[in-house]
């Protein structure tokens, strides 16, 4: 049972969700870069273009966070950029609340489509599970996206009809 609080993202929490993404193990170097980039330029200016930071706080400190935004050139598809829970926090639920906060929101703002896009690797597995069990299609494969063997996989998930 998840007790905690679902509460905007600060820029106080940076250093704190950077640890915590990396900590999961499943991101690369550059990618943990660009999610430090990505924070800055969201309390800099991307919040007011519509972007949407959120964090699971609990005894104080954020244990998770999820991060989406409209998909531009799009008639109301949204993409989920980032969704992360902290490695001894995990399977309990959090990923669940924060993905339905963002399904929420989203859907308050009239959103259609949302996509999630992950990789193939085998360290993503419980990753791809996560999104099926909440309702997510893999709706396309680019092979070799990443890399070679490391496919692109998006799921989609139908917020209106
Ligand atoms: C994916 C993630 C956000 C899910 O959050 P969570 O709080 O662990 O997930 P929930 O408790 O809400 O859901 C649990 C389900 O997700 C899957 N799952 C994901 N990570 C898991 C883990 N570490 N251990 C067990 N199950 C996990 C399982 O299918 C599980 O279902 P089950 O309990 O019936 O087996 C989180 O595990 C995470 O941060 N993973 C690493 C970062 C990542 O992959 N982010 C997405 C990049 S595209």
Known sequence: VVTAMIRPVLPRDTPELVALAQETGVFKPAEIVALREVLDDYHREAHARGHHAAAV???GRPIGFVYFAPASMTDRTWYLYWIAVDRRAQAKGTGGVLLRHAEDQIRREKGRLLLVETSSLP???LTRKFYAKQGYEVNAIVGDFYSDGDDLVIFR????E
Not at 157 to 160: E, I, N, S
Request: net charge negative.
């Open 57 to 59: 706080e609990q005894d």
């Open 123 to 125: 360290h993503y597995e």
């Open 157 to 160: 998930k139908r917020l209106a």
